[in-house]
């Protein structure tokens, strides 16, 4: 059996070391476009920051390497240009020699990768300090750019994974960054309310942001050296990055025929296989589909196509490993604060058919007297079943393990109460005796049940819209005066049972405190005092706070 591969990042590796633990009879041959291989996309802003100090180190196999350790065949600079299904031919172009050559395939893999936008007005064919950061190329190119030229202001185009880790590594090397995002929030992935720390971590990291905007045209010829954005901002800049997505890279998959799912990346099967059962598709050209709601989505990241190629590996070998799908969880380091997210946010859950519970929960990463400091999870379940849908995390350390875990309980269909009996471990320098996932569990749960939260922002619409509201803050008085929720009354929680006929029973009433724990005593008093609609205000005064301040473009 020959298996040809296209294609020779993380998805194509990963499918021709499977299908060779698998087979020692196939010929495996992959042909790549670029010259290096199997290297790690992900690290590059830390090799351009500093953090990794060899490029090499990003490339820690080579053609020969995989040669001698499984006997796989891979060509660089062969790029295929046309693939023939019927007759299971391809057509490859040497970019050396500029030759065009004809193979065959018994199975084939498309591994093509997705290509990085390139917004209006850029055109990096013009413009020698323009760099998308995606390939080794493009890594080599900007590093020797710098090298070259005093930078002192650069410019960052969007926000996700790849604009806010070069905004933090290209600050670390003492550079002025300037991020220009089309949309209203620093990274559109996670809820505004959470990408509100995002902005201030970036504020006092002295990076400069322009939300809702975007660059409309450019001066200097062959190195742009201005920006102008439809809001009328002037940025002076020595380089540019642009990083507003990628796109499945189907060019070559779609001229042959093969069918495209509704994301636009190729629709596959749970083994992988494309419209033609012998030919296959893996990594971030390839379409997945939705753990929670079985619905296809596009979540290209390097972890997600190993999977994907480990799978087409195996099955094209005989085996019978299939795609169990993607919950899109992610993770980045921004300065101090780790962000996190997996699963369905309360938007999506609402889209979806569900109907959404919402909680905030701030807790310490671990004890508080070895220096444990709060982090704050977002937790989303379904009302009716419990399951728990989706969270997200933003905090200074302990965000990984938390994500971890509830990406795993997420998987295996977990309520909210599950994640209360979880048996995590404890120690005081790792966790709390009732660690933060176990809390979520907790409050979400009791949210769902008969203890419900309220979101300031559903507190504000209410008041705004003048709707019966009483809320009271159960912190001491010299904290209410410190700062507190609009139109709250105090009443701190020791004195709470001798003032509650000071309190309307029959108005809908919301209690909180700093971060949620002492509301939750105060609405169990109330409710088994006779008040029939008690809500704690969700992640306290706290958050509240944070919520207003992030109103404020």
Request: overall charge negative; aromatic content about 8%; proline content about 4%.
């Amino acid at each position: 059996m020959r298996i040809v591969i296209i294609g020779s990042v993380a998805a194509g590796t990963s499918v021709a070391a499977k299908a060779r633990r698998n087979d020692e009879t196939a010929e495996i041959v992959v042909y790549e476009a670029a010259q290096d291989i199997s290297y790690s996309v992900c690290g590059m802003p830390y090799f351009l920051g500093g953090e990794v100090p060899s490029v090499e180190e990003l490339i820690p196999r080579d053609a020969n390497w995989f040669k001698k350790r499984f006997e796989i065949d891979i060509h660089t600079n062969q790029q295929v240009v046309a693939i023939q299904p019927q007759e299971k031919a391809l057509t490859i172009h040497d970019k050396l020699t500029g030759e065009d050559t004809q193979d065959s395939y018994d199975k084939l893999v498309i591994a093509t990768g997705s290509y990085s936008l390139t917004p209006r007005p850029f055109d990096q064919s013009t413009s020698d300090n323009v760099f998308h950061v995606k390939t080794m190329e493009n890594t080599r190119k900007i590093d020797q750019f710098m090298q070259e030229n005093e930078i002192k202001n650069v410019t960052i185009v969007g926000s996700g994974f790849i604009g806010l880790e070069m905004a933090e590594q290209l600050t670390e090397k003492g550079i002025q960054v300037t991020i220009v995002e089309l949309a209203d929030q620093i990274f559109p992935k996670i809820d505004p309310d959470m990408s509100y720390h995002l902005a201030e971590t970036l504020r006092n990291n002295h990076v400069d942001f322009y939300l809702n905007d975007k660059v409309e045209l450019i001066e200097g010829k062959d190195n742009i050296t201005q920006l102008k954005t439809a809001k009328g901002e002037v940025i002076d800049t020595d380089m540019v990055i642009l990083a507003v997505g990628v796109r499945p890279n189907v060019s070559l998959a779609e001229a042959a025929g093969i069918t495209l799912g509704e994301t636009g990346a190729i629709k596959v099967n749970p083994f992988m296989q494309t419209s033609e059962k012998d030919i296959y598709a893996v990594g971030d050209v390839a379409e997945s589909y939705h753990l929670i709601t079985g619905k296809p989505v596009y979540h290209p990241l390097g972890s997600t196509a190993n999977k994907m190629g480990r799978v087409a590996g195996d099955h094209i070998t005989g085996g019978a490993l299939s795609f169990k799908g993607t919950l899109g969880t992610g993770i980045f380091r921004l300065f101090d604060l780790t962000v996190a997210y997996t699963g369905l946010s309360y938007n999506e859950a609402q889209t979806q058919g569900y109907d959404p519970v919402v909680i905030h929960n701030i807790k310490p990463t671990h004890a508080t007297y070895l220096g444990g400091e709060n982090l704050l999870i977002k937790g989303v379940a379904d009302r009716e079943t419990g399951r728990v849908l989706g969270a997200q995390i933003v905090g200074p350390e302990g965000v990984d393990k938390r994500i971890d875990v509830l990406a795993t309980a997420i998987s295996f269909n977990a309520n909210a109460e599950d994640l209360f009996h979880l048996d995590l471990a404890y120690a005081p320098p790792f966790s709390t005796t009732k660690d933060p996932v176990h809390y979520t569990g907790m409050v979400l749960e009791n949210a769902r049940q008969h203890l419900p939260v309220m979101t300031p922002e559903t507190v504000i619409e209410l008041q705004k819209a003048q709707q019966p509201l009483q809320v009271v803050d159960v912190r001491s008085s010299s904290a209410f005066e410190k700062g507190h929720v609009t139109n709250a009354v105090n009443m701190p929680m020791p004195s709470l049972r001798k003032e509650l006929d000071k309190l309307d029973k029959r108005l809908p009433t919301v209690v909180y405190c700093n971060k949620g724990v002492t509301s939750n005593t105060a609405q169990n008093l109330l409710l088994n005092s006779g008040f029939k609609e008690v809500y704690v205000l969700s992640g306290g005064n706290t958050h509240y706070q944070n919520y207003q301040k992030s109103l404020i473009k």
